[in-house]
């Protein structure tokens, strides 16, 4: 059964390092999804991405945030100087048709800033 | 703003104790209403998705049922592999345009003991 993967499981950094985080959606999966849940919180709602550009995204995802599909398989969600508020559990999702249809979540990468 | 509220944030039943997860939202206009199973550590599972009031869909032991206002999760007879979070999740419209953002709910933790 196809799934999405993301990697790494874990990643620990330091304050005002960059990191990225990466995903494989589905592969025939066109919008793609991130996605983040700070321990013992609700799951949140970063930013959705389709046809190469944004599509929506909240307003935790500021300018601090970027995303890039930059091949036919992956995606990644790079966060440009880490603060310790962004330690948590990131999730990436891709659905078929967009709005309405299910989204399909990966196993996470848990981001520790320290 | 967009609300989802679940209620019980935690609960314990006896195996075959069956019950109901309650799931109320706030939306300016639903496209959709999203149940999701969340093992301790991993990315949130597809179950159901619901369209209008008055909708059911049942997969095994869990049946969800949607109404202008809430939603449920019926659990019958549930086994100790039913443990896990239940997540609740919205798709509303955005600016009368399609969204494909979710918005969650915190989640009901359900312990079922052998």
């Known amino acids: 059964e196809p799934e999405v993967t993301q990697t790494p499981s874990h990643q620990v950094t330091q304050m005002g390092q960059e990191v990225i985080l990466r995903c494989v959606p589905i592969?025939?999966?066109?919008?793609f999804y991130w996605y983040r849940q700070i321990l013992g919180q609700k799951v949140e709602f970063l930013v959705s991405f389709y046809n190469n550009e944004i599509s929506e995204k909240s307003e935790i995802f500021d300018d601090q945030f970027s995303v890039e599909r930059p091949d036919g398989s992956n995606f990644t969600l790079k966060i440009r100087s880490t603060k310790l508020e962004d330690s948590a559990m990131y999730f990436c999702?891709?659905?078929?048709?967009?709005?309405?249809?299910?989204?399909?979540f990966g196993p996470g990468t848990r981001l520790t800033v320290t | 703003e967009d609300q989802v509220t679940q209620s019980p944030e935690a609960l314990r039943l006896q195996e075959g104790e069956s019950s109901s997860l309650n799931c109320s939202y706030t939306v300016s206009g639903l496209r959709g209403l999203f149940w999701y199973r969340q093992d301790p550590g991993k990315g949130p599972e597809f179950l159901f998705t619901l369209y209008s009031a008055g909708e059911e869909k049942e997969k095994e032991r869990l049946k969800a049922t949607l109404t202008k206002k809430e939603s449920f999760l019926h659990i019958t007879a549930p086994k100790p592999e039913d443990s896990a979070t239940y997540l609740c999740?919205?798709?509303?419209?955005?600016?009368?345009?399609?969204?494909?953002?979710?918005?969650f709910g915190g989640g009901t933790r359900l312990m079922v003991k052998p």
């Open positions: 999702a891709s659905s078929d048709r967009g709005a309405l249809d299910e989204q399909y």
């Open positions: 999740a919205v798709q509303p419209f955005l600016n009368n345009n399609a969204g494909n953002m979710l918005t």
């Open positions: 592969s025939n999966h066109l919008y």
